[in-house]
Nanobody, 115 residues
Framework: QVQLVESGGGLVQPGGSLRLSCAVSGVTFSIKTMNWHRQAPGKQRELVAL???????YYADSVKGRFTISRDNAKNTVYLQMNNLNAEDTAVYYCHMIHLGVNYWGQGTQVTVSS
C-alpha cells in the first residue's frame, strides 16, 4: 500500500538547521511530484516546497533561500533541508503526494525553533 513515513524533526535553536526525510512506498516514486507542507497552531496548512519528477523546484516566499527540497529516487525518499531557522518556522511538517487522484500525507513531524 501507499505509505509516506517522515523523520528528522526536533528542537533547534534560531539560526540552526534540520533535515527532514520522507520515505515513500507503493508508487513509482521517480515520476511523482512530492510536496512539503507545514501547519502552525492556529494557522492554515501551507505549501512550503515541491519538487517534480524531473527535479524542478518551487518554494514559498517565506522559505526561499533558506530551504532546499531534493529527492533520491534510488531510495524513494524526498528531503527538506532547512537552514537559518527562525521561530516562525515552528510547525508540524507534512510530506504530501497525490496518487490516482488521492491525497496521501505523512504522519507529520514537529519542528520547534526556540532559544
Amino acid at each position: 500500500q501507499v505509505q509516506l513515513v517522515e523523520s528528522g524533526g526536533g528542537l533547534v535553536q534560531p539560526g540552526g538547521s534540520l533535515r527532514l526525510s520522507c520515505a515513500v512506498s507503493g508508487v513509482t516514486f521517480s515520476i511523482k511530484t512530492m510536496n512539503w507542507h507545514r501547519q502552525a497552531p492556529g494557522k492554515q496548512r501551507e505549501l512550503v516546497a515541491l519538487i517534480i519528477g524531473g527535479g524542478g523546484e518551487y518554494y514559498a516566499d517565506s522559505v526561499k533561500g533558506r530551504f532546499t527540497i531534493s529527492r533520491d529516487n534510488a531510495k524513494n525518499t524526498v528531503y527538506l533541508q532547512m537552514n537559518n531557522l527562525n521561530a516562525e518556522d515552528t510547525a508540524v511538517y507534512y510530506c504530501h503526494m497525490i496518487h490516482l487522484g488521492v491525497n496521501y500525507w505523512g504522519q507529520g513531524t514537529q519542528v520547534t525553533v526556540s532559544s
